[in-house]
């Protein structure tokens, strides 16, 4: 699962344990982006990456990959895909999506080969409509899920606000913005 996790939230997470359990997977790796393609500047990829190993880590089947943010320039789920490939030759790999980031799959770079790379997963998200009929059937499922209006959008406009991030986001992830005083400034 890529996402640019910055934070991530119970959205995400939810997510993943739903997928995992539906396709009987063995695992779930989370894959925090590096410098993500039109995209808003980010927080220091450390800060997501630790974040996301904070929120997964009690789980045994979740994982936490650093190959984006070794990767220089903006993440290509088509990178993304072909390292785990490497790592995993064996394995039968999907890919995790919200149905908003499916939506601008087709806008992605070599779109033909992701769908041999892997099954895409996109799962319902509130507020996001999802048509897959011009996708190959066999390699794209969308999958509903428990409905979480949870964005990290949301998450930085409330700690920049002074709001709660609480039961959005995991107990240490909230525990982490603090300590790192993240999402403070108006960049963030
Ligand atoms: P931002 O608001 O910064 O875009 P985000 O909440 O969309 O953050 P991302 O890191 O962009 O989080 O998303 C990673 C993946 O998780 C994407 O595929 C996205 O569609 C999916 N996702 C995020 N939040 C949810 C949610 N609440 N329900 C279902 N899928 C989600
Ligand atoms: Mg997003």
């Known amino acids: 699962m890529g996402g640019t996790f910055d934070p991530i939230h119970h959205g995400h997470l939810v997510a993943a344990s739903e997928v ?15 410098e993500p393609y039109q995209k808003r500047a980010v927080s220091w990829s450390e800060h997501r990456y630790l974040m ?13 990959s650093r190959a984006d943010i070794e990767r220089s320039g903006p993440t290509y789920t088509i990178d993304t895909l ?9 394995a039968d790999l999907f890919f995790i999506t919200g149905a908003d980031a499916f939506a601008s799959i087709v806008e992605w770079k070599d779109a033909d080969e992701l769908w ?4 895409f997963v996109a799962v319902t998200r509130p507020g996001h409509q999802l048509s897959l009929s ?14 979480l209006a949870i964005s990290s959008t949301d998450c930085r406009a409330r700690v920049r606000a002074g709001y709660p991030v ?4 995991p107990d240490g992830v909230v525990q982490y913005i603090s300590k790192h005083d993240l999402y403070r400034r108006l960049s963030a």
Request: glycine share 4%.
């Open 82 to 90: 072909r390292d785990m490939r490497a790592q995993h030759p064996d």
């Open 20 to 34: 995992a359990q539906h396709f009987e997977l063995d695992g779930v790796v989370f894959v925090p982006t590096g």
């Open 116 to 119: 041999q790379l892997a099954h």
């Open 52 to 64: 996301t190993v904070v929120a997964t880590a009690s789980n045994p089947r979740f994982t936490v």
């Open 166 to 169: 609480w039961y959005l986001v």
């Open 134 to 147: 011009e996708y190959p059937r066999e390699r794209v499922s969308l999958l509903e899920i428990p409905a």
